[in-house]
């Protein structure tokens, strides 16, 4: 029942509209009534009326309540849209088979995840309760480890959603939907969650540029908007052909055969081989490449070695 089973005497107005009475084993029981400037009584009683000239400032509370019945409704679960693939095509660079794996991904679901609280450390609880008996166990920052089951919490004070580690070891706190603020961040989607992975193809000849970084996108909830998404994907660079050493008169470094289109950290160095002379002077001997490739090579020419002495 959603009324409290005491007495009507002696109670506040909102305590005496949460309130019922028994009565007798034929009625069971009443609820209880608010009446202005006298006080609280059970419905039927005579000190309700007695004295009354009207009856429009009495309240009683509601004998039955609505409330959704919450087994009935759907499981709603946050999907990260594949922001990999564009109308059915992966993003320039990237492989199809594996951004393939990005869809249907759950934000904030099992997977692993690292601790960054900002106090420095998680307390392990044995219940997805905050009034729980902590195990003892503690989460540095920087700590990772695995969530097998997330549960959301919405009725306590304060609000959080919690993660039971794979392990069995005890609960700890993911996110206070208070304040919108992890305790913690995920990393990748291991342990049965989203197994996205982000990474350039290099069966086309495509690597990370410069900072860029491949491998495993985690499926993240921004709770203050109520938006999913991934972490971003890496940006792709096409390697370009190592320029020939031009019948040998030419000297290339390994590095020219790394270097990805418009990347200024190319760090290839051509220039003539022993007994060869660019046919125009150089003002550099490093080289970045274009979408067209390397440009502006020297070409190199052999030189006739002076004639010896005849003396």
Excluded at 269 to 295: I, M, P, W
Aim: a negative charge.
């Amino acid at each position: 029942e959603h009324l409290r089973l005491d007495t009507c005497s002696h109670k506040a107005e909102s305590e005496c509209l949460a309130t019922r009475e028994w009565v007798d084993e034929k009625v069971s029981w009443e609820p209880c009534c608010f009446i202005r400037d006298v006080g609280c009584a059970r419905k039927g009683d005579e000190a309700i009326t007695t004295g009354l000239k009207s009856t429009a400032g009495i309240k009683c509370a509601p004998k039955r309540k609505a409330s959704w019945n919450e087994a009935q409704m759907p499981a709603c679960k946050a999907i990260c849209p594949n922001r990999f693939i564009s109308s059915g095509v992966p993003l320039s660079g990237l492989i199809n088979e594996v951004v393939e794996q990005c869809n249907g991904c759950e934000a904030g679901g099992p997977g692993k995840y690292k601790a960054s609280h900002g106090q420095g450390a998680l307390q392990v609880m044995r219940e997805p309760n905050p009034k729980a008996e902590p195990t003892g166990l503690i989460l540095q920052n920087g700590d990772e480890f695995i969530v097998a089951t997330v549960v959301h919490d919405y009725e306590s004070d304060k609000p959080w959603i919690w993660g039971e580690l794979k392990d069995g070891s005890g609960w700890i706190t993911l996110t206070s939907l208070a304040t919108g603020m992890d305790s913690a961040t995920k990393i990748d989607g291991e342990a049965g969650g989203c197994t996205c992975q982000a990474s350039c193809d290099r069966s086309d000849m495509f690597h990370p540029r410069a900072g860029e970084v491949e491998g495993a996108r985690a499926c993240k909830l921004d709770y203050e908007n109520n938006v999913a998404y991934f972490d971003s994907e890496p940006l792709c660079g096409k390697v370009c052909a190592k320029p020939d050493d031009d019948h040998g008169t030419r000297q290339v470094s390994e590095e020219c055969g790394r270097c990805i289109a418009d990347d200024s950290t190319c760090k290839c160095e051509v220039t003539c081989s022993d007994g060869n002379k660019a046919r125009q002077l150089q003002s550099s001997t490093r080289y970045t490449c274009s979408a067209h490739g390397f440009e502006g090579l020297p070409i190199c020419e052999p030189q006739c070695t002076k004639p010896p002495d005849q003396g």
